[in-house]
């Protein structure tokens, strides 16, 4: 798609924007809230159903080394978990 996305079992769970100034991080829509609460000048949702799903950017430009590898490893950590949740459905 034009720039650098990041996966887990071939899902994206965040990408970075072919200009490098932002990126997205996938979160569940309340873990989405806490960011934008905390981090408003950092965190935004994306546009449209993405954004109400928990898509969201990130303005590297104010993020700080530790939010952002926070947000990170909760998508991660959130793919993580789907694909598990995922791979014990297809064993029953």
């Not at 798609?1 to 569940?28: C, E, W, Y």
């Not at 449209?48 to 926070?70: H, N, P, Y």
Request: charged share 25%; hydrophobic share 40%.
């Amino acid at each position: 798609m034009g720039h650098p996305d990041f996966r887990m079992n071939g899902k994206i769970f965040a990408t970075i924007s072919p200009d490098g100034k932002q990126g997205m991080v996938k979160l569940t829509p309340d873990q989405q809230q806490g960011y934008l609460d905390e981090y408003p000048d950092v965190f935004y949702p994306a546009a449209g159903a993405w954004g109400r799903q928990g898509c969201t950017m990130v303005r590297f430009a104010s993020a700080d080394k530790a939010i952002l590898e926070g947000a990170v490893r909760l998508a991660w950590q959130n793919a993580q978990r789907k694909a598990a949740s995922k791979r014990s459905r297809k064993a029953i």
